[in-house]
Every structure is written in structure tokens, then in C-alpha cells.
């Protein structure tokens, strides 16, 4: 049974930062891409950010590319999504997945096998 589990949401305000991080159990984590995805009220949910197993290989949303940075550490089971000069338009639940089957199409939630429960980021402006 694969655990998903996100922490670090909380409120900020907007130019602030904050760092997500997730933690993957239950499956060889080194095998797994991760993908980070947010939701907003009345909106779908949308790619964020993704890392391959190779930690050299990741994509970003054109809304967020310069301004958050995924990483992971293999060693500890986690990945993180550092946030930067947050704006009032990153509020959201932000959803942390896993794919085990090398999809190659990582912006799409369909590629995700494993989703944790979510965490909530409010900026306030």
C-alpha cells in the first residue's frame, strides 16, 4: 500500500515563500516520478511541477517557472516544492503524486497512480 502525505501549507503573504514537501511509502520511491498539482475553488486541478527518478529531468507550469523549484531526496523519501514570491493566485490545495509507471506525459493527473490528501496554501495579498 502506497502512503502519500504533503505537509508544509500554511497562510503567507503574497512575496513570501513556503516549501511543501512529501513523503512517498510503501514502494520503492527511487522508481517513482512526482508530480505536484494544485487546485483552486471552482477551478480544476492543475500541474504544477514534476521530477523524473533522475532528479535532472523536471517540468513547470509557465505560471510558476521561476518562482518554484522541485527537488527530491531519494535517501529520505521525499520530494519538495519550494515556493517563491508567492502571489495570491498560488492559493490552493496543492496535491503531491507518484507515478511508478514512467508515464512520459507528467502535466497530466492521469499519469499519477498514488495521490496524497492535499495541503492548503493561502497567500494573502
Known amino acids: 500500500q502506497v502512503q502519500v502525505v504533503e505537509s508544509g501549507g500554511g497562510l503567507v503573504q503574497a512575496g513570501g515563500s513556503l516549501r511543501l514537501s512529501c513523503a512517498a511509502s510503501?514502494?520503492?520511491?527511487?522508481?517513482?516520478?512526482m508530480g505536484w498539482f494544485r487546485q483552486a475553488p471552482g477551478k480544476e486541478r492543475e500541474f504544477v511541477a514534476a521530477?523524473?527518478?533522475?532528479?535532472?529531468?523536471?517540468y513547470y507550469a509557465d505560471s510558476v517557472k521561476g518562482r518554484f523549484t522541485i527537488s527530491r531526496d531519494n535517501a529520505k523519501n521525499t520530494v519538495y516544492l519550494q515556493m517563491n514570491s508567492l502571489k495570491s493566485e498560488d492559493t490552493a490545495v496543492y496535491y503531491c503524486?507518484?507515478?511508478?509507471?514512467?508515464?512520459?506525459?507528467?502535466?497530466?493527473?492521469?499519469?499519477?497512480?498514488?495521490w496524497g490528501q492535499g495541503t492548503q496554501v493561502t497567500v494573502s495579498s
Open positions: 503524486a507518484a507515478d511508478f509507471t514512467r508515464t512520459i506525459n507528467l502535466w497530466s493527473p492521469r499519469a499519477y497512480d498514488y
Open positions: 510503501g514502494r520503492t520511491f527511487s522508481n517513482a516520478a
Open positions: 521530477i523524473r527518478m533522475s532528479s535532472s529531468i523536471t
